[in-house]
C-alpha cells in the first residue's frame, strides 16, 4: 500500500512539473536569455536591434544600445536610470528600482501602462554586458496582469558570455 502511495505521489508531481515547466529564452546574437513558464513566440519587429516575443497575455521586448549612444550619466546610477527609462517610455507609477541577482550591473522596475481606463503591469529591466559593451533594455507587458509571473521574467533575466 504504501509503495503505491509513493508512486502515485511521484507521478502527480512529475505531472505537475511538466505542466509548469520552465522555458529558457535565448538571443544568441545579443547574449542574453530569460525564463518563462508561458508558451511565447519571437515575433519580427521593426528594428535588428529589437528581440520581441508574445503571445496573448504576455511581451517581452528587449532592445540593445551601446555606450556610445546613451547620456554620458547612464551608469553613474543604474537603478535610477532604470526608473528614468520606464518614465521615458510614458509609464505611470513606477516603482523603485530592484537589483537583479543573476546580472552585476542589472536592474527592473515596475511601472503601469495606462491605455485609455485599462491599466497593464510593465516591468522595465536595464542591464549592462561590460565585455561585449552592450546595453539591455528590456519591457516586460503583462496584459493578463499576472503580475507575480512578470517580475518572475524580469529576474530571470542572465548575460550570456
Partial sequence: MI????????????????GIAQETYTSEKYHFSFETTAEIELYDTESDRVVGYENDDLAVDTEIFYP???????????????????SQLS????????????VAQGYYVRATDLDGETKTPVFVVVMYHPQKKIIYEATIYCYDNDVEAGEKIAQSFRLTY
Fill in 3 to 18: 509503495k503505491k502511495i509513493i508512486y502515485t505521489t511521484i507521478f502527480l508531481i512529475a505531472i505537475c512539473q511538466v
Fill in 68 to 86: 556610445n549612444e546613451v547620456a554620458k550619466d547612464y551608469f553613474v546610477n543604474l537603478s535610477r536610470t532604470t526608473e528614468v527609462i520606464a
Fill in 91 to 102: 509609464l505611470y507609477e513606477v516603482q523603485t528600482a530592484q537589483k537583479l541577482t543573476t
